[in-house]
C-alpha cells in the first residue's frame, strides 16, 4: 500500500515520568524537575521542560545537571507507578483505534489507514488525545501524517501536548528543511559523518546521489535517503502482551533437589534477563513451569514493573517457585518465562542508588557476548 492511501499517528508521552510524579505532588508543576536517582554517578531518568531551558536533557549525569540547575527538585523514580500508568494508556488506545503498536513504555504508533471513509484521522486523533488525559491526568502530544518516519518527526513539533498533522502533500516541504538529525535512525556519529559530507538538512540527503550515501553509509545510506525523501513502508504492527522469551530444561533424571531446582532456574532467569538487554527488551509479567514425574504441569506469573535485570526478575522466580511446588515430588521439567516485552533499556542506571550494579550488568554482558554466555556466572547459577 503507498504512503498515499495510509493515514499513520505516533503518540507519545510528555516527559512522562515527570507528569506521573505531578499527579501525585502538585508542588512540583511550573517547577524543574529531574526523574533518577541520588548518587554520584546517577543520571537522569527524565526532566521537566522547565529543566531542559538549562540545558538539561534525559541521560545527563545527575551531577552535571544539578550543576547547570542547582534549584532543581530531584525525585527518585518509581518503575511500578509508570508501568501502571503505561497499560493504562495502552489500554485506552488500543480500545479507540483498529490498530495500535506499543514500541516503548511511553510510545505508541497507530494505524488508522481506511478511517477517513467514515470518520476524520485527525478529529480522532485529537479526541484519543482528550479521553488519555481525561481518563490519566497526563499530557500526551501526537504527529499525524502518510508513515511512521514523518509522524515521528511530526510528534517531536507537537511537543508539549500538542499535535502536528503533515498530509501528504505538505511532506517534501516539511523535511526538507530540518536538520539531519531528525531522522530517528540518524546517531551522533552519522550526523557527525553526514557534517563532513557537507550535508547538513535533510533536504540535502534527498539531493545527495544514493551511490554517494551508501559508499559512505552502508546499507544505511539507503534506508536515510528514503527516509529523507519520506518513503517509510514499515508497518504497524499489532501489539500483543503475549510477547514473549522463554526457556525451558527437561531433566534426564526427575528432580527433587530444591537448592539444585533454584539453581537451576537463577542460571535460567539469568540467561533470560541478557537476552532481554542484548534486544532491548523490558519484561512486565514473569512466568514458571514445572512438569511432575507424572507429566501434571502448573504454570504460575506474576505482573512486575517493567525490567530487563536479574536481581529484579531473580526474586520473583524464586518466589513463585516456591508457591507452586509441591515439596517432595519429583519434577522432569522446569521452565521460566518473561512476557509483555517492550522496546526498552535497562532502568538500573536512573533509578538504583548503587551505581556499581550497573557497571557491573554492563561489564558481565560484555564478557558474554565476546567470549558466549557460559564464560561467566552469577554464583546463584552456579551449580553446585
Not at 539453581?263 to 542484548?278: A, G, I, P, Q
Request: aromatic share 8%; charged share 25%; glycine share 8%.
Amino acid at each position: 500500500m503507498s504512503d498515499k492511501e495510509r493515514s499513520i499517528a505516533h503518540m507519545d508521552l510528555d516527559t512522562f515520568f515527570v507528569s506521573v510524579e505531578r499527579l501525585f505532588d502538585s508542588n512540583l508543576i511550573g517547577k524543574p524537575v529531574l526523574v533518577g536517582g541520588q548518587s554520584d554517578r546517577s543520571v537522569v531518568a527524565s526532566c521537566s521542560y522547565e529543566a531542559r531551558k538549562f540545558g538539561i536533557h534525559s541521560a545527563m549525569p545527575m551531577k552535571a545537571a544539578l550543576r547547570l540547575c542547582p534549584q532543581a527538585v530531584v525525585v527518585s523514580g518509581k518503575m511500578e507507578q509508570y508501568s501502571r500508568f503505561s497499560k493504562q494508556v495502552t489500554a485506552i488506545i488500543e480500545g479507540n483505534v483498529p490498530l495500535c503498536e506499543k514500541v516503548s513504555i511511553d510510545e505508541h504508533y497507530i494505524d488508522l489507514t481506511g478511517v477517513d471513509t467514515y470518520y476524520s484521522s485527525l478529529e480522532l486523533m485529537r479526541k484519543l488525545k482528550q479521553t488519555i488525559t481525561r481518563e490519566t491526568g497526563l499530557p500526551i502530544s501526537f504527529g499525524l501524517s502518510v508513515n511512521k518516519t514523518i509522524a515521528k518527526i511530526a510528534t517531536g513539533f507537537a511537543k508539549p501536548n500538542g499535535e502536528k498533522h503533515v498530509p501528504l502533500h505538505e511532506v517534501a516541504n516539511f523535511l526538507a528543511p530540518l536538520p539531519i538529525g531528525k531522522i530517528p535512525m540518524v546517531g551522533d556519529k552519522t550526523e557527525q559523518r553526514l557534517h563532513a559530507m557537507g550535508i547538513k538538512t535533510i533536504g540535502d540527503i534527498s539531493n545527495t546521489p544514493l551511490e554517494t550515501l551508501e559508499k559512505s553509509l552502508g546499507k544505511a545510506g539507503y534506508i536515510i535517503w528514503q527516509k529523507a525523501r519520506g518513503i517509510d513502508n514499515s508497518k504497524v504492527h499489532p501489539y500483543h502482551e503475549a510477547k514473549s522469551i522463554s526457556t525451558e530444561r527437561t531433566f534426564n533424571e526427575d528432580k527433587t533437589d530444591v537448592d539444585y531446582l533454584k539453581t537451576t532456574l537463577n542460571r535460567m532467569t539469568e540467561k533470560l534477563c541478557f537476552e532481554l538487554r542484548t534486544k532491548q527488551k523490558l519484561a512486565s509479567t514473569v512466568a514458571i513451569k514445572i512438569r511432575y514425574s507424572n507429566f501434571d504441569t502448573h504454570l504460575l506469573q506474576k505482573q512486575v514493573a517493567y525490567t530487563s535485570l536479574d536481581h529484579h526478575i531473580t526474586p520473583v522466580v524464586i518466589n513463585l517457585f516456591e508457591q507452586l511446588y509441591r515439596k517432595g515430588s519429583p519434577v522432569r521439567l522446569i521452565g521460566v518465562k518473561v512476557a509483555g516485552l517492550v522496546d526498552g533499556i535497562p532502568q538500573l542506571d536512573l533509578f538504583d542508588s548503587d551505581a556499581g550494579i550497573a557497571n557491573l550488568y554492563r561489564e558481565l554482558d560484555w564478557i558474554r557476548k565476546r567470549y558466549g554466555l557460559k564464560s561467566v556466572q552469577k554464583g546463584g547459577g552456579m551449580d553446585k
